[in-house]
């Protein structure tokens, strides 16, 4: 009986910790030391079940039976060995994180995530049920990027069984790695060129925006209805009283035209400005 309860405590706690502005809460864990409930799961992480006794350290494993297990697979590309375990660290910090911000009902995360790194592959990394395959080429020239896996570990706990849109679904990638993880990224969006469909970073700040304007709730809102099979983009409507259109029309006017752009309209003549 208590085995079967864990899990909806894990998850509360973790709802709680996030706050009604989940993103905060995700913010300040990644720099600040780790909570409490995060100390709790990193412990438990990797420990095979016992039976039950009253011994303390023994009564961590029984409460955690849905514990992430975080596996690594560098025999394609030996030289990915210490980078790996980076990434293993930031999946065991950042999986409870996203689950409870991408949470729904009846849904379970997966327990299991594999990290397997390759040498020839064109992506710089991508995400397979709970399968992340990275290119050691990739880390190699770009040893920085911990946000690719955050973007990966999004996918993997996304697991929308009833599909989704894509730029909804990458969209949501970026957002949780550019405004939850590295919260202090710039991201340009040119207004003349750009789309609310264009999915990855520009759909991350359109989403963000709309969030921050008319509903704080707005993301792990819009998470329920993509798992649910549900979602229709009068969603936006109904949250926003906006249709998508009307929304990235307003967005656009909130961001900074491109230089070529300001060029443009400086050059052509303002109305009422022309003879006659
Ligand atoms: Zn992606």
Request: glycine share 6%.
């Amino acid at each position: 009986m208590r085995r079967a309860m864990i899990p909806f405590i894990f998850v509360s706690a973790c709802l709680i910790v996030l706050g009604p502005e989940p993103w905060r809460g995700v913010a300040a864990a990644q720099e600040g030391p780790a909570s409490d409930t995060q100390s709790r799961k990193t412990a438990a992480t990797g420990v095979k079940p016992k039976p039950a006794t009253s011994s303390p350290s023994q009564l961590i494993e029984e409460i955690d039976p849905d514990r992430l297990t975080v596996t690594i697979d560098v025999s394609d590309a030996p030289e990915s060995a210490e980078w790996s375990q980076r990434a293993k660290l930031l999946v065991e910090k950042w999986h409870p994180l996203l689950a409870a911000f991408l949470a729904g009902p009846d849904f379970r995360p997966p327990t299991h995530v594999k990290l397997v790194f390759k040498k020839e592959m064109r992506a710089p990394a991508y995400a397979s049920r709970d399968v992340i395959t990275i290119s050691a080429a990739w880390i190699k020239a770009h040893p920085e990027d911990d946000g690719m896996v955050v973007h990966e570990l999004t996918h993997v706990i996304q697991a929308y069984r009833h599909g989704a849109p894509g730029w909804l679904v990458e969209g949501i990638a970026d957002y949780t790695r550019f405004f939850l993880f590295e919260p202090r990224t710039l991201i340009r969006v040119d207004p003349e060129r750009a789309g609310y469909k264009d999915g990855y970073r520009t759909s991350a700040k359109f989403l963000a925006w709309v969030a921050s304007t008319y509903d704080k709730q707005l993301i792990p809102k819009l998470n329920k209805e993509l798992r649910s099979g549900e979602y229709r983009d009068d969603f936006f409507r109904s949250s926003t009283g906006k249709d998508l259109n009307a929304l990235w029309s307003e967005f656009t006017k909130t961001l900074p035209r491109s230089r070529a752009s300001r060029k443009k309209a400086a050059e052509s003549p303002r109305p009422g400005s022309a003879p006659g």
